[in-house]
């Protein structure tokens, strides 16, 4: 901890309203319901390390996210992430993004509704983003992880409104403005590369830490030590267009590192369409996904699923493509491992 210490005072110190009796939110990338080795979720360690110092001073800590399967109950996830042990230890407090409710919220003329356990009652929000790939994004870090805003299925229904990665790029951007975040602590000790940000990802321990006073920084930053030039990420891309953030060649790093042989997947083709074909083409190219032979037949992932686009034949699930939007939701949340991607046509990975 004294290391992370340092680390916040290198990025100008702790939020001025981490005072005794601040009610200080630690939003997690509660991804899937799957252990913290896995490297899918932030490490319950870097949780408490966070949460111990702000407690240290005097402080009232609190954790939360919203995966998608949590609309079945939240438990799960707490259970299997680590972060129900957590609590037990260090007495910090779990939060049900889904039982606070959703409130509306206007942003640049789009509409959006945001869970009230993270608009309501916190004087500070901390950002503990995953440092992970992403099939559809390509990289998830700290505004990537503003998506946990949106409680429940909402996150799916956002992917079905954007039919290019850049057009969720704009969402993803509208939702990190919302949340008004007061830190990033971006978790790398065990990151993820490859076919991200769940099951077929492959973990590696990299041992990296991250801090920032300012997201768009933070992921560019994180995107050049992986390789990525951080304009090629349509989340940074589309921050500084809206003037956030700092030009990736003006940010500042304190302790740089490269990740060795970091797999980046590569921009989606859909990217390559007019605004007006991206729903055409998606429909007519797209690939969607199928189970394998660990499926139970447990219909999590049909229950899940935002469009109704998977069908139970017995024990197996079955995608079906002409209503599949690509959200990757039966992917990201199955509890077997059993949903595979298969890439479309037009990807590359860049190493």
Request: proline share 6%; with cysteine.
């Amino acid at each position: 901890m004294e290391a992370l210490e340092v680390m916040v005072a290198q990025a100008g110190g702790w939020p001025e309203a981490a005072v005794p009796g601040a009610r200080v939110l630690l939003k997690v990338n509660m991804l899937a319901a799957k252990a913290p080795e896995r490297g899918i979720t932030t490490h319950p360690e870097v949780a408490a390390a966070v949460g111990l110092l702000m407690k240290a001073r005097g402080c009232r800590v609190f954790l939360g996210d919203s995966p998608g399967g949590a609309v079945k109950g939240v438990e799960r996830y707490w259970r299997n992430c680590g972060y129900l042990d957590l609590s037990l230890e260090t007495g910090i407090t779990l939060v049900n993004f889904e039982s606070a409710g959703s409130r509306k919220v206007t942003v640049r003329g789009r509409e959006y509704h945001i869970s009230k356990g993270i608009l309501d009652g916190f004087d500070v929000r901390i950002n503990l983003c995953k440092f992970k790939t992403h099939t559809y994004c390509r990289i998830t870090n700290a505004l990537k992880n503003s998506f946990g805003i949106v409680p429940g299925l909402g996150k799916a229904m956002l992917h079905m409104r954007s039919p290019r990665p850049k057009d969720l790029a704009v969402n993803i951007v509208d939702l990190y403005e919302t949340a008004r975040f007061d830190l990033h602590v971006s978790d790398a000790i065990l990151a993820m590369d490859g076919l991200g940000p769940s099951t077929d990802g492959r973990s590696r321990l990299d041992g990296v830490l991250a801090v920032s006073r300012d997201g768009v920084c933070l992921d560019a930053a994180m995107c050049a030590m992986a390789g990525l030039p951080p304009m090629e990420l349509d989340t940074t891309r589309e921050a500084r267009k809206r003037g956030l953030g700092k030009d990736p060649g003006d940010v500042t790093v304190n302790g740089y590192h490269r990740f060795p042989n970091f797999n980046i997947p590569g921009e989606s083709w859909l990217n390559r369409v007019p605004p007006f074909l991206g729903t055409i083409a998606r429909s007519i190219l797209r690939v969607a996904p199928r189970s394998n032979s660990n499926c139970t037949g447990c219909g999590f992932c049909a229950k899940s699923c935002p469009v109704d686009a998977i069908e139970m034949k017995g024990n197996r699930a079955y995608m079906k493509r002409g209503k599949c939007i690509m959200c990757l939701c039966c992917h990201e949340l199955c509890p077997e491992n059993a949903v595979e991607i298969r890439m479309p046509v037009f990807r590359h990975t860049r190493t």
